[in-house]
Nanobody
């Protein structure tokens, strides 16, 4: 059984930064961050497989950085230069494999989400 618990969301002004955290329990191959804005489909932001190189989606490239601790039980998403389009519920998820996109399909376990709101 895999469980994921996100934290670190909140309200921030445009141009600001936030760091999201996710605590992972259980064995998993692929972990990553996804988000869903109101009225939009859920999208992949960044994933890690058991290798060392993360994969970023277009919305995350250049502004977001995924990282994890040495024990691989926590992952983080550092977000900078946030704008109102980044307002969404952010989810941590895991699955048996990572696919390009990052794709949602392989993800089997999801956290409850943490809300990020960017407004002035």
């Amino acid at each position: 059984q895999v469980t994921l618990v996100e934290s670190g969301g909140g309200s921030v002004q445009p141009g600001g930064s936030l760091r999201l955290s996710c605590v992972i329990s259980g064995l998993t191959q692929c972990v990553g961050w996804f988000r869903q804005a109101p009225g939009k489909e859920r999208e992949g932001l960044a994933t890690f497989d058991n290798g060392e190189n993360p994969v970023y989606g277009d919305s995350a490239k250049g502004r977001f950085t995924i990282s994890r601790d040495a024990t691989k039980t926590k992952i983080y998403l550092q977000m900078k230069n946030l704008n109102p389009d980044d307002t969404a519920m952010y989810y941590c998820a895991s699955g048996p494999t990572c696919l390009p996109g990052p794709a949602l399909n392989p993800m089997e376990h999801w956290g409850q989400g943490t809300q990020v709101t960017v407004s002035s």
